[in-house]
């Protein structure tokens, strides 16, 4: 891919204590103690850690669920928008079509089939420009940007800043990583866990495939990485 045609993505909100809350969380079940008498009794990342990784083996994923992080995400198509918004328990605020009236050239992403190719290419961009000038047309004439953006494509370029808690993003993590998500949103999701795993190197081993995390595959269709699960 392009650089230009990459997404840009940003972590710009997490927990200052992110260990601590879910420890917190995590002991509370078990302890006679306040919530907030554990969250004071220890600083020990190894014991934090090893209660968590326990917790989370055992499938106790309510504890992590209150932890949330924000991304700030532009630079990626409409279409890989409108699979990101399929995922639940997340929050979206997105570049509006019917509020913001594109001037010019609006931008796209072309995919990495086409760029490879480049009389496609050719052909892709001089269509880009084809809707480009009709929209502006349109515009020009008065027509209201919600109606005149009908005719933009899936590929448009567009803004979001999603938000999720950490059970989600372990999900959407374990399942857009997987070799049969769409490279575009396959690419975003590993730029979003990149950036959590610079904060919190502790979490690389769950931001990863399903396949890696459980050692078996589970889709009809396997890439072959990982033994498919017998039915």
């Not at 917190?24 to 078990?30: E, V």
């Not at 917790?55 to 309510?62: K, L």
């Not at 349109?138 to 494509?153: C, N, Q, V, W």
């Not at 399942?175 to 998500?181: H, K």
């Amino acid at each position: 891919m392009e650089e230009n045609n990459k997404p840009v993505v940003h972590l710009i909100s997490k927990p200052e204590n992110m260990l601590k809350t879910i420890y917190t969380a995590c002991r509370t079940c078990y302890s006679a103690l306040s919530p907030y008498e554990i969250y004071n009794s220890t600083d020990d990342k190894e014991k934090m850690l090893s209660l968590i990784e326990r917790v989370i083996s055992s499938g106790h994923y309510s504890t992590i669920e209150h932890i949330q992080v924000t991304f700030a995400i532009s630079n990626v198509s409409r279409a890989c928008t409108h699979q990101l918004v399929r995922h639940r328990h997340m929050s979206f605020s997105q570049k509006s079509q019917r509020y913001v009236k594109e001037k010019g050239q609006f931008d796209y992403i072309i995919p990495p089939t086409i760029l490879k190719n480049k009389e496609l290419k050719d052909k892709f961009e001089n269509f880009m420009g084809e809707i480009s000038k009709l929209y502006s047309e349109f515009t020009e004439a008065g027509i209201p940007a919600e109606d005149a953006r009908s005719i933009l494509p899936n590929a448009a370029a567009s803004s979001i800043v999603a938000s999720l808690n950490l059970r989600e993003m372990i999900h959407l993590a374990n399942l857009r990583l997987c070799t049969r998500a769409q490279y575009e949103i396959r690419t975003m999701i590993k730029m979003m866990c990149d950036e959590l795993i610079k904060e919190e190197a502790w979490l690389k081993p769950y931001l990863v495939p399903k396949c890696e995390r459980f050692g078996y595959c589970d889709e009809d269709k396997s890439c072959g990485r990982m033994p498919q699960l017998k039915k």
